[in-house]
């Protein structure tokens, strides 16, 4: 007798489908159901399923009483933001966050305010060209994200799988894409799955140079009303205990690990216990390790990996400019610029376009940022060589 393991959350959001073993899910939440369409009624499945990631407000139900099912709770929580009794993402922030509500409203004003932002989310139509430029921006993003955290992305690991995977699902609505633009550049891509009406946030990052303006959060706010204006009646963000999902979600649930048999067999029932054995001892074991885990990660993140290091000034009023020569930050040569640039926009509440840099020092890399009635000058220590190597500025 065979042992069928299951990824039960990853089949209804990653495959858009309910494992044939199961009737249907029932939302106790709602008392909703979602039938499944390749369920064969009647058939018994001989083997021993173990069944994982099933989360408390999805749950798989059998169309026959001729099986046993054993239950463990995992050790991993899942996150969600269920949007019933709300009509808009303001709505539903004034309710999580009460008296922090504007703070969330005021991170995307300041974007808006400091940039040309626009969104697009792309669902059931994209041009292969378009998602070819986003996926690259995505990975571009990934990478130094990751290399800014000293950590590895579980995504690039499989960039090509899911570079491969996410074209067709958005054109056929199991997936979408969200974009947010600075002008034309994508500054955050995020990929997201479609299961009856229930987004799954998967995969996202963004432009590191933007990291002040708490793209994250804009990211839930704007994916949050996408949801509402398309009939879907929650946000789905995984398991992972992460500080943003506690935040945002208003339903933190448990994960089952189901081992399903035939009744009447025993082989199935030895094998059933057996496998259920295993499940237990392997949660016990992954509770201990996790907490090992968890210490390993802190300590890498204590080391990061070094970054060009600079001396900011405090924003001042415009009084003396001292002579220096104009530069164009956006040009490759000057990328290390970027972040400090849209840091004072940030405090300065400047738009960039009305913003110049002026060189003051080659020799000792020393900058003064301009805006319409601020100014702040920096001095970075560790540039890179190419910085140095320029015949003209």
């Given at each position: ?60 139900v059998l169309g026959s009483d ?142 590191i140079d933007y990291g002040k ?79 090992r885990y968890k210490n390993y ?97």
């Amino acid at each position: 007798m065979k042992t069928v393991r299951i990824d039960y959350f990853f089949e209804l959001f990653e495959k858009n489908s309910i494992p044939k073993l199961f009737s249907k899910v029932h939302d106790p939440k709602n008392e909703k159901t979602i039938e499944n369409p390749d369920f064969n009624k009647g058939t018994i499945d001989n083997a021993v399923n173990s069944v994982f990631f099933v989360p408390d407000y999805l749950q798989p139900v059998l169309g026959s009483d001729s099986y046993t099912i054993k239950k463990i709770e995992q050790f991993f929580k899942g996150y969600a933001i269920v949007l019933d009794g709300h009509d808009s993402a303001d709505a539903y922030v004034k309710h999580r966050f009460r008296s922090n509500a504007k703070g969330i409203r005021r991170r995307i004003k300041r974007l808006e305010a400091c940039f040309q932002i626009s969104y697009q989310t792309f669902y059931g139509n994209i041009e292969k060209e378009q998602y070819d430029f986003f996926m690259d921006s995505l990975e571009k993003m990934l990478i130094r994200r990751f290399k800014q955290r000293n950590d590895t992305s579980q995504s690039l690991l499989r960039w090509e799988y899911y570079k491969n995977l996410y074209f067709s699902l958005i054109n056929e609505k199991k997936a979408s894409m969200l974009v947010i633009f600075d002008r034309n550049q994508p500054i955050l891509v995020s990929l997201n799955h479609h299961f009856h009406g229930r987004l799954f946030s998967a995969i996202s990052s963004y432009d590191i140079d933007y990291g002040k303006y708490s793209l994250g959060s804009v990211e839930i706010y704007k994916k949050l009303d996408w949801c509402l204006a398309n009939d879907h009646v929650s946000y789905e963000m995984g398991m992972g205990d992460l500080s943003y999902k506690r935040e945002w979600s208003n339903h933190i649930y448990n994960f089952e690990h189901q081992i399903i048999y035939p009744k009447g067999s025993v082989l199935a029932s030895i094998k059933g216990n057996i496998e259920f054995l295993k499940a237990t001892i392997k949660e016990f074991i992954f509770k201990i390790a996790y907490v090992r885990y968890k210490n390993y990660k802190a300590k890498r993140k204590k080391n990061p990996i070094l970054s060009i290091k600079s001396e900011v000034s405090p924003i001042e009023a415009i009084n003396n400019v001292p002579d220096g020569v104009q530069i164009d930050f956006n040009k490759e040569q000057y990328t290390f610029l970027r972040k400090t640039v849209y840091d004072f926009l940030y405090a300065a509440i400047e738009n960039v376009s009305n913003v110049s840099v002026l060189q003051l020092n080659k020799q000792e890399h020393s900058f003064l940022i301009i805006g319409k009635s601020k100014m702040q000058h920096v001095v970075f220590e560790n540039v890179p060589d190419k910085i140095d190597n320029l015949n003209s500025v």
